[in-house]
Nanobody, 126 residues
Framework: HVQLVESGGDSVQAGGSLRLSCTFS????????MAWFRQAPGKEREGVASIDSHGSIMYADGVKGRFTVSQDNGKNTLSLQMNSLKPEDTAMYYC?????????????????????WGQGTQVTVS
């Protein structure tokens, strides 16, 4: 019954910035681990960043220092600020949620722990 909807994807030049948003509905937001994943054609879906109900954050090595994940628990929204974008950031970006008693699973575990997914928003960097 959880629904996730992403927005904010666009086509930008290398070095530019974008801010993605994800709206959550259908359950109590604070009970979930939230994460951003991305997938390029022909490639595996990979974790980008996650944030749990305590505010603990994890980033993929390739985006550290460029991307910032945040959430607004009152508005049930998840955001991803992406700066200094590179062509290799081009992908469909997905918002994901997983019920978690404690911390989020490590990003290296991939998408398998996440139960709920949005439809994705396209980011193209040229």
């Amino acid at each position: 019954h959880v629904q996730l909807v992403e927005s904010g994807g666009d086509s930008v030049q290398a070095g530019g910035s974008l801010r993605l948003s994800c709206t959550f509905s259908g359950d109590t937001y604070s009970r979930y681990c939230m994460a951003w994943f991305r997938q390029a054609p022909g490639k595996e879906r990979e974790g980008v960043a996650s944030i749990d109900s305590h505010g603990s954050i994890m980033y993929a090595d390739g985006v550290k220092g460029r991307f910032t994940v945040s959430q607004d628990n009152g508005k049930n929204t998840l955001s991803l600020q992406m700066n200094s974008l590179k062509p290799e950031d081009t992908a469909m970006y997905y918002c994901a949620a997983d019920y978690s008693v404690g911390y989020c699973h490590p990003l290296l575990m991939g998408p398998e722990p996440y139960t709920y997914w949005g439809q994705g928003t396209q980011v193209t960097v040229s």
